[in-house]
Antibody, heavy 122, light 113 residues
Framework: EVQVLESGGDLVQPGRSLRLSCAAS????????MSWVRQAPGKGLEWVSG????????YYSDSVKGRFTISRDNSKSTLYLQMNSLKAEDTAIYYC???????????????WGQGTLVTVSS | DIVMTQSPDSLAVSLGERATINCKSS????????????LAWYQHKPGQPPKLLIY???TRESGVPDRFSGSGSGTDFTLTISSLQAEDVAVYYC?????????FGQGTKVEIK
């Protein structure tokens, strides 16, 4: 079964850091781009960051550029999101999602993980 | 960034009746070199992750009931649920993958009348 499973969400103070992980199984991880998508409380879906299958291309939304870093370890079939200088507006459920193709462009997302909650509050 | 605008924000439909959700992009998501529209639809139920329903604007994902259909091209798209079932209550999102960043519509909440 193709699946992805996030972990690492937590309550963290503004300005602190947090690293999310996403473990993939059931498919050849390096053949697919991966993305992080978040949903703030009561809001819609917002794409955060994406990385190509070979990790040679990464992309970020303007809202996280310079603060978040996406990476992957294809030997471990794991995706990461390093989040620094966290702000209250980063509070959200963070979903890991598999892209349809290896390139980080031109992908729909399937499947999505169950999500991990990040709460930024003092 | 391409802005995706859905209408309506919510709708209530009787069981067995048709539900229609519209999605408009601020620029065309039709890629002329392959004639594909880079548009997907998702269903999102509370407490669950979003589920892919449709990609390439009209290709139904494997396992998705055929009462769900997608249509449209260029900048205007539609998701139709031909005969609403109780399990279809959810928020539905369109998403463009024509350019980075991928962007979603604001969502349409579908309820039973």
């Amino acid at each position: 079964e193709v699946q992805v499973l996030e972990s690492g969400g937590d309550l963290v103070q503004p300005g602190r850091s947090l690293r999310l992980s996403c473990a993939a199984s059931g498919f050849t991880f390096s053949n697919h781009a991966m993305s992080w998508v978040r949903q703030a409380p009561g809001k819609g879906l917002e794409w955060v960051s994406g990385i190509s299958g070979s990790a040679d291309s990464t992309y970020y939304s303007d809202s996280v550029k310079g603060r978040f870093t996406i990476s992957r370890d294809n030997s471990k079939s794991t995706l990461y999101l390093q989040m620094n200088s966290l702000k209250a507006e980063d509070t959200a459920i963070y979903y890991c999602a598999r892209g349809a193709y290896t390139t980080s462009w031109g992908n729909w997302f399937d499947p999505w993980g169950q999500g991990t909650l990040v709460t930024v509050s003092s | 960034d391409i802005v995706m605008t859905q209408s309506p924000d919510s709708l209530a439909v009787s069981l067995g009746e048709r539900a229609t959700i519209n999605c408009k992009s601020s620029q065309s998501v039709l890629y002329n070199s392959n004639n594909n529209n880079y548009l997907a639809w998702y269903q999102h139920k509370p407490g669950q992750p979003p589920k892919l329903l449709i990609y390439w604007a009209s290709t139904r994902e494997s396992g998705v009931p055929d009462r769900f259909s997608g249509s449209g091209s260029g900048t205007d798209f539609t998701l139709t649920i031909s005969s609403l079932q109780a399990e279809d209550v959810a928020v539905y999102y369109c998403q463009q993958y024509y350019s980075t960043p991928a962007t979603f519509g604001q969502g349409t909440k579908v309820e039973i009348k």
